[in-house]
């Protein structure tokens, strides 16, 4: 079946073009004293999630779709320590969206789906000047909710599940940090619902101590 879908999409690109700037700022400015890089923070990012789910016998055939993907807007909150510079933790609360589409061929189907939930990180900063560049590895515990209807010449089917896992999830990202605060932007994936959602995002952070 032929999907379609009229929301607006920011392309990966984008938001690696972002983290090039972000790249070029930093290096015209001062270096941060050392002090600056530690500490306990939270913030709030935003970005393109692709929403990913396995799907494959919600309702039977002919109206199965086997997998599901589609952007949407997502958010997260994120809380963080960094005791030492070269390591830290940190945990978010994260919204990937509920994005839905519409698939024409024999019959009309339609689905949507839905994911959020938490994840925790440990967090490796690599030594490069100015910037923070890093690397995210460790779990999180996604709700997924998925539902399709299906409706053909003389009848219509509905199907859906709920999926509650717990999967690896990795990121890379990049930080400039102006005394306090700190702007971001990150890849992150995960595994959950037989598949494997991804979101980029930008962001900001606010150091404490």
Known sequence: MQAHDNRLRIPPAAWLGGVAAA?????????????DLLGVYAGAAVGDAHVAANTSGVIPDPGSLDHFGAHHTAYKLIAGVRPVSLFGAEI????????????GGP???????????????G???????VVDVFLKGGVARLDTRVNERFCGVDLCQSGGFYAHDTGFAGGVGVQLKLGPLAGRA?????????????????GLTYNFF
Do not use: C, W
């Open 23 to 35: 790249s070029l700022i930093a290096l015209a400015s001062p270096p941060a004293r050392a002090v």
């Open 92 to 103: 978010e609360y994260l919204d990937l969206g509920h994005p839905s589409q519409t698939y």
């Open 186 to 202: 990150e890849f992150e994936r995960f595994a959950t619902a037989g598949a494997n959602p991804y979101l980029y995002s930008i």
């Open 107 to 121: 019959g009309l189907l339609s689905a949507d789906v839905s994911t959020k939930g938490a994840a925790g990180f």
């Open 123 to 129: 967090v490796l900063y690599l030594p490069i000047p």
